[in-house]
């Protein structure tokens, strides 16, 4: 905050307080909406304890200042003293907002990666037309966008714009969520429907194998019956057919004849 007051870097130079609180302000206006917004999209909608403490630090500093200005305290140079606390203020609040945006970001990340698990793409493609084209290369955008962000963070330099982009970046991922949790009616109605159409298919292949196995058995059975059938016929014919054997007739023994016959 001091590198945008002119002569900041110049003890010896006035410094406006009223710009410096409205900067304070300002910031303050930004970073509480965000802790609002985190509170609205965190499924335990719950704020995360420490920028509530840097909050609640900021507003000693704040009351430290006020106090000299309005005479409740005296300084020997209050300024100087009310300048000093209105920066340590504003560190405070900037800590407050990166570290709401830190979690913010990485909740939403988090929710994003594990909403759409498990639903069929098709699903997903007619609830959502845009999400393969559109949805997802943007939230893979902002997540890089994100990682830069942090590897980038100096909480002790107060980049006020810096931190703006941050919020805004996370607020885009937001948005991608809201309207990824607007679609998921949609994607269980037609997972539900999905899943009756192949509960239906599968009972029609079931009833067509049972109806296959009942013809192969028919076709067995009659098959058998046929067999036995003509095995009997067969056996039949070959019994009418077959001629008894002929008995060769008894050909008389020739004694031979007595020599004195001769």
């Known amino acids: 905050m001091l590198d945008s007051i002119p002569g900041s870097g110049d003890n010896t130079v006035p410094r406006d307080n009223n710009v410096e609180m409205r900067q304070l302000a300002e910031l303050y206006i930004v970073v509480k909406e965000t802790i609002i917004f985190f509170e609205e999209v965190n499924p335990d909608q719950k704020t995360d304890i420490q920028p509530i403490n840097e909050l609640r630090n900021a507003f000693d500093h704040l009351m430290r200042a006020t106090a000299v200005r309005t005479g409740l305290k005296k300084e020997e140079n209050p300024d100087d003293y009310i300048c000093k606390q209105l920066d340590k203020s504003y560190g405070h609040v900037y800590r407050a907002g990166y570290d709401t945006v830190d979690f913010l970001c990485l909740t939403l990340k988090g929710y994003i990666s594990k909403a759409l698990n498990g639903y069929h793409t098709n699903s997903i493609r007619e609830a959502i037309p845009e999400y393969y084209s559109e949805i997802k290369p943007k939230i893979t955008k902002l997540e890089n966008e994100i990682t830069k962000y942090r590897s980038k963070k100096d909480v002790g330099e107060n980049n006020h714009e810096r931190l703006l982009n941050y919020i ?9 969520r809201a309207r990824i949790d607007a679609a998921i009616p949609s994607i269980l109605e037609l997972e539900a429907q999905r899943t009756n159409d192949s509960a239906e298919t ?32 067969y056996d039949k014919i070959k019994e009418a057919s077959t001629l008894k054997p002929l008995q060769t007739p008894a050909v008389p023994s020739q004694e031979p004849i007595p020599a004195a016959q001769k």
Do not use: C
């Open 202 to 233: 599968q009972s029609q292949q079931q009833s067509t194998e049972i109806r296959g196995i009942k013809s192969k058995i028919v076709l067995l059975v009659i098959g058998a019956i046929l067999t036995l059938v003509f095995q009997a016929a």
């Open 168 to 176: 805004a970046v996370a607020r885009d991922l937001g948005n991608l």
